[in-house]
């Protein structure tokens, strides 16, 4: 009898871990996402040879809608990327050229970066794709975080095999995450840096995106601007409007 209450006990607190850490991820989410997003945007790929920016705009609502706009340099400028409920779209001007893209390259490159066509659209939820575990309190550059491990269900459709996150304990942002392949090893770290106030939300103004192979490589996306729930409807995410949107 003790035995089997024991046993409820670690159940009971397992469940309670589990709920817990959910909560703090989605506080974290939609912390970031708001009901509806307009933000702009720089990423520069910094590689030992070169570095290369690009410029763009965003908007999304909820999880089932995206597109971004690329506004420079003037060579990309008119790409044009959007998630449509579980599709994903490519449009690129200079060709004309309209492409549905397969869950085969949701997990390459967007725009030859280390930013994935996953990591742009949100193709894949990080609440309700992933089972959450608490696994320890630890500090990012001082800040006391959450330490929390997302294993994908067994039915999900993701990229990652693993991901830990570190989420402020208080204002519940993401300061750094690592991200593994389905055979637990590291594929890159992901640092959030230079919390600034955007439109009334603490947010890291610094996105640094370092692959585990290439240490040396950095994708580093910066901030500029988001407003938060503004006034967009399904309507504009369209094959039509990713010819015409600017």
């Known amino acids: 009898m003790k035995k089997q ?7 009971f607190a397992a469940a ?3 709920q817990d850490a959910k909560e703090i991820i989605k506080k974290m989410d939609d912390k970031l996402q708001g009901d509806s997003n307009k933000s702009e945007m720089k990423m520069s790929i910094v590689r030992p040879k070169y ?6 705009k965003n908007w999304s609502l909820g999880r089932d809608y995206f597109l971004t706009y690329v506004t420079a340099p003037s060579k990309d400028k008119g790409m044009v990327s959007m998630k449509y409920k579980k599709e994903m779209w490519s449009y690129t001007p200079s060709i004309n050229r309209m492409i549905k893209l397969p869950p085969s390259m949701m997990s390459q490159g967007w725009m030859g970066s280390d930013y994935t066509n996953d990591d742009l ?3 894949s939820s990080i609440v309700e794709d992933y089972t959450h575990t608490l ?6 550059d001082g800040r006391p975080c959450f330490k929390i491990q997302m294993v994908p269900n067994p039915d999900a459709n993701v990229v990652w095999g693993k991901i830990l996150a570190w989420v402020h304990k208080e204002k519940y942002i993401n300061l750094k995450a690592e ?41 580093i996306i910066s901030i500029d601007s988001i407003e938060f729930d503004v006034d967009i409807k399904e309507s504009f995410f369209s094959q039509q409007n990713m010819k015409r949107v600017r």
């Open 121 to 123: 659209v949100k193709q």
């Open 16 to 18: 309670v871990n589990a």
């Open 179 to 219: 991200y593994y392949d389905e055979e637990e090893f590291l594929v890159r770290t992901e640092l959030g840096k230079e919390v600034k106030t955007f439109d009334g939300r603490e947010l890291p103004s610094i996105i640094e995106i370092i692959p585990a192979e290439e240490p040396d490589n950095r994708t």
């Open 135 to 140: 696994i320890g309190e630890e500090t990012v």
């Open 5 to 11: 209450i024991i046993v409820l006990l670690l159940l």
């Open 51 to 56: 570095t290369r920016t690009i410029a763009f």
